[in-house]
């Protein structure tokens, strides 16, 4: 947020727009405004539960008797 905060302060300079603070909320304020977010990125992905893959199948022989039963 605070490269936002210095770029602001130099685009009103450099655009000789005397009464502009550029503080930290006004910042948050814009960003809201305009839909933006600081985000980190991750490098670490989620990991999948053990035996994920037996606990797919499981629920998709539950589920598929359940269909069955419907049709």
């Not at 930290?24 to 991750?42: A, D, H, I, Q, V």
């Not at 629920?59 to 069955?68: D, L, R, V």
């Amino acid at each position: 947020m605070k490269i936002t905060v210095i770029e602001a302060r130099r685009l009103a300079i450099e655009m000789s727009i005397t009464d502009f603070a550029g503080t930290t909320s006004w910042c948050e304020r814009f960003m809201r405004r305009n839909g933006l977010c600081m985000r980190t990125k991750t490098t670490i992905a989620q990991k999948l539960p053990r035996k994920y893959e037996r606990k797919i199948i499981e629920f998709h022989k539950c589920h598929k008797h359940e269909k069955e039963a419907v049709f």
